[in-house]
């Protein structure tokens, strides 16, 4: 780059105005996918892993469970079921899904549908609560049960694979940023609830992780790696004491149930060993409409994960996922819908958004790490005493977590950008409409709903209703729907479209085969990849 104009200007010097060099893996990640920690360090951060998708495994019963006509008990038995589910599909994803240390958790994509079957006119008229919860909690099990098939069908089918075969990092950008920023209303907003709580936790964690490494020079990273164990164990036992101090006494209820340590109802309604097994709640029970509602909710669950494994894959220090591994994924993520329905844990489940930002916080990408919080699932929620005890943490706590770990995921999804041409008025036309609307569209939906109780979309066909309210109430789903259609569509041959939309970059990882580290990090074992191979 030479100064115009008869040497008037002197050449600036080359390393100054050089952009920073594209990157296919995210460097300067301490542990990638085949690497394992040493076993003490897994053991660790695989407990940090459990106690991070604890949060969304207690809120989703919670607030699902005593609608249903459930009491305390229920909602232990709930939990601990959920627990069991996910760490069963944690383990199924992490050997034969898409081999990412992704963990497979609750999901609030599923928390509408299932509002929708609690308000069916079939259950208004059932006097006992017990009988209610069970009724209800089947009509849940058949819509899940039914719902799963769409994944299941569009994952192993290969369908997925050649959807996402045209998905470029221009149409990954809000795909994968709303995958975490569109979260926000689980983030400050929960926070808030019990500020002097949750503030706290967000302060400390960003200290612990972000300042003390830098002030303290420890010969291995402890404070960053293990922030989340350091952090909620502080403000754990300051809740404890503000708790057991009095601190909430004339407090009003809601102020009690968010702050208090207590309050739960967990740990006294808890079995000490119960074992979860499928149809513990009586036998299923199908209504078409409902599993259409259900359905739509798999449909969206399906597109956030997407954007989620995008952005595991990439704190992973992996590859880019090849269309194949992606829709195989997304084949047992069905298969893990299914198992919610057999079980009953009243919500489907997609990836975990705040596991995969707590990959990026710990630096650890190890796959072994979250087989062993998937162990620490299983084991918890079979010995539900203990389980308990670590479940009843307060809210406001896990919500002052993901602040963090969601614009972590966020933050990953605007990475992508380094493909794209950031010049090209196609590009800036795309990314910022999708992005605008992907906000703006659910923003509606939501606050419709908020007003009115009930959607935007509102025909004499509930089934209809719910269908077109989920998909237009999911962040991720509206802005990756808008910007691969219009990714795709406008004027996308010309070859220096292609460099701008950055899917020159992602050629060789379209098929399993084109790049050799796609082996390393996707091929199944115990050599399965005889019986299915990956295309």
Same mark, same amino acid.
């Given at each position: 780059?030479?100064? *115009?104009?008869?040497?008037?200007?002197?050449?600036?010097?080359?390393?100054?105005?050089?952009?920073?060099?594209?990157?296919?893996?995210?460097?300067?990640?301490?542990?990638?996918?085949?690497?394992?920690?040493?076993?003490?360090?897994?053991?660790?951060?695989?407990? $940090?892993?459990?106690?991070?998708?604890?949060?969304?495994?207690?809120?989703?019963?919670?607030?699902?469970?005593?609608?249903?006509?459930?009491?305390?008990?229920?909602?232990?038995?709930?939990?601990?079921?959920?627990?069991?589910?996910?760490?069963?599909?944690?383990?199924? $994803?992490?050997?034969?899904?898409?081999?990412?240390?992704?963990?497979?958790?609750?999901?609030?994509?599923?928390?509408?549908?299932?509002?929708?079957?609690?308000?069916?006119?079939?259950?208004?008229?059932?006097?006992?609560?017990?009988?209610?919860?069970?009724?209800?909690?089947?009509?849940?099990?058949?819509?899940?049960?039914?719902?799963?098939?769409?994944?299941?069908?569009?994952?192993?089918?290969?369908?997925?694979?050649?959807?996402?075969?045209?998905?470029?990092?221009?149409?990954?950008?809000?795909?994968?940023?709303?995958?975490?920023?569109?979260?926000?209303?689980?983030?400050?907003?929960?926070?808030?609830?019990?500020?002097?709580?949750?503030?706290?936790?967000?302060?400390?964690?960003?200290?612990?992780?972000?300042?003390?490494?830098?002030?303290?020079?420890?010969?291995?990273?402890?404070?960053?790696?293990?922030?989340?164990?350091?952090?909620?164990?502080? +403000?754990?036992?300051? %809740?404890?004491?503000?708790?057991?101090?009095?601190?909430?006494?004339?407090?009003?209820?809601?102020?009690?149930?968010?702050?208090?340590?207590?309050?739960?109802?967990?740990?006294?309604?808890?079995?000490?060993?119960?074992?979860?097994?499928?149809?513990?709640?009586? %036998?299923?029970?199908?209504?078409? *409409?409902?599993?259409?509602?259900?359905?739509?909710?798999?449909?969206?669950?399906?597109?956030?994960?997407?954007?989620?494994?995008?952005?595991?894959?990439?704190?992973?220090?992996?590859?880019?996922?090849?269309?194949?591994?992606?829709?195989?994924?997304?084949?047992?993520?069905?298969?893990?819908?299914?198992?919610?329905?057999?079980?009953?844990?009243?919500?489907?489940?997609?990836?975990?958004?705040?596991?995969?930002?707590?990959?990026?916080?710990?630096?650890?990408?190890?796959?072994?790490?979250?087989?062993?919080?998937?162990?620490?699932?299983?084991?918890?929620?079979?010995?539900?005493?203990?389980?308990?005890?670590?479940?009843?943490?307060?809210?406001?706590?896990?919500? %002052?977590?993901?602040?963090?770990?969601?614009?972590?995921?966020?933050?990953?999804?605007?990475?992508?950008?380094?493909?794209?041409?950031?010049?090209?008025?196609?590009?800036?036309?795309?990314?910022?409409?999708?992005?605008?609307?992907?906000?703006?569209?659910?923003?509606?939906?939501?606050?419709?709903?908020?007003?009115?109780?009930?959607?935007?979309?509102?025909?004499?066909?509930?089934?209809?209703?719910?269908?077109?309210?989920?998909?237009?109430?999911?962040?991720?789903?509206? %802005?990756?729907?808008?910007?691969?259609?219009?990714?795709?569509?406008?004027?996308?041959?010309?070859?220096?479209?292609?460099?701008?939309?950055?899917?020159?970059?992602?050629?060789?990882?379209?098929?399993?085969?084109?790049?050799?580290?796609?082996?390393?990090?996707?091929?199944?074992?115990?050599?399965?990849?005889?019986?299915?191979?990956? +295309?």
């Amino acid at each position: 780059m030479a100064g *115009g104009g008869g040497g008037a200007a002197p050449a600036p010097k080359a390393d100054e105005l050089v952009p920073h060099p594209v990157k296919d893996q995210l460097p300067n990640v301490s542990y990638c996918i085949t690497s394992p920690p040493p076993w003490p360090e897994a053991i660790l951060l695989g407990f $940090q892993h459990y106690l991070v998708m604890l949060g969304t495994s207690v809120i989703i019963p919670t607030a699902l469970v005593p609608q249903m006509g459930g009491g305390n008990d229920e909602k232990a038995r709930v939990v601990q079921t959920l627990l069991f589910v996910a760490g069963i599909n944690t383990l199924l $994803q992490s050997f034969f899904g898409t081999r990412l240390p992704a963990v497979i958790g609750g999901s609030y994509t599923f928390v509408a549908p299932t509002i929708s079957i609690i308000l069916a006119g079939r259950y208004s008229d059932i006097a006992d609560p017990h009988r209610k919860f069970l009724r209800i909690m089947r009509g849940t099990q058949g819509a899940l049960i039914v719902a799963s098939t769409l994944q299941i069908i569009i994952g192993f089918s290969g369908l997925w694979r050649n959807v996402t075969r045209f998905l470029s990092p221009l149409s990954a950008v809000p795909l994968v940023s709303l995958a975490g920023f569109g979260l926000y209303e689980l983030g400050f907003p929960a926070v808030a609830k019990c500020v002097e709580i949750g503030l706290p936790t967000i302060i400390i964690l960003i200290v612990i992780s972000q300042y003390l490494p830098h002030a303290i020079h420890a010969e291995k990273p402890v404070f960053d790696r293990f922030a989340v164990i350091f952090s909620v164990t502080i +403000v754990w036992l300051y %809740a404890y004491f503000l708790t057991i101090g009095g601190a909430y006494k004339h407090a009003p209820p809601k102020t009690q149930t968010h702050c208090r340590t207590d309050r739960s109802g967990l740990v006294g309604s808890a079995p000490w060993i119960r074992v979860p097994y499928p149809f513990q709640w009586g %036998a299923p029970s199908f209504d078409a *409409g409902e599993a259409f509602a259900m359905m739509a909710a798999a449909f969206v669950g399906l597109v956030e994960s997407t954007g989620t494994f995008i952005a595991v894959s990439r704190y992973a220090s992996a590859t880019p996922l090849p269309p194949s591994v992606l829709s195989r994924g997304i084949g047992w993520q069905g298969i893990g819908i299914l198992l919610d329905g057999l079980f009953g844990t009243a919500s489907g489940s997609t990836v975990s958004v705040e596991n995969a930002g707590l990959l990026a916080l710990t630096r650890v990408g190890s796959r072994r790490v979250v087989q062993i919080s998937a162990g620490f699932m299983i084991f918890f929620s079979i010995l539900g005493k203990f389980g308990a005890v670590f479940a009843s943490i307060p809210a406001p706590i896990f919500a %002052a977590l993901y602040c963090l770990f969601f614009a972590y995921v966020g933050s990953c999804g605007l990475s992508f950008l380094q493909f794209c041409n950031l010049n090209s008025f196609r590009t800036k036309f795309i990314l910022g409409f999708s992005l605008f609307m992907g906000l703006s569209v659910p923003q509606y939906f939501k606050e419709y709903t908020a007003v009115a109780s009930y959607g935007p979309v509102h025909t004499g066909a509930r089934w209809f209703n719910d269908i077109i309210n989920v998909i237009f109430s999911s962040e991720p789903f509206v %802005a990756g729907l808008v910007a691969f259609f219009l990714d795709n569509t406008l004027h996308r041959h010309n070859s220096a479209i292609r460099k701008d939309r950055g899917y020159h970059w992602w050629d060789k990882f379209r098929s399993f085969k084109t790049d050799t580290r796609s082996e390393e990090f996707y091929s199944l074992p115990f050599n399965l990849n005889k019986f299915f191979p990956s +295309v």
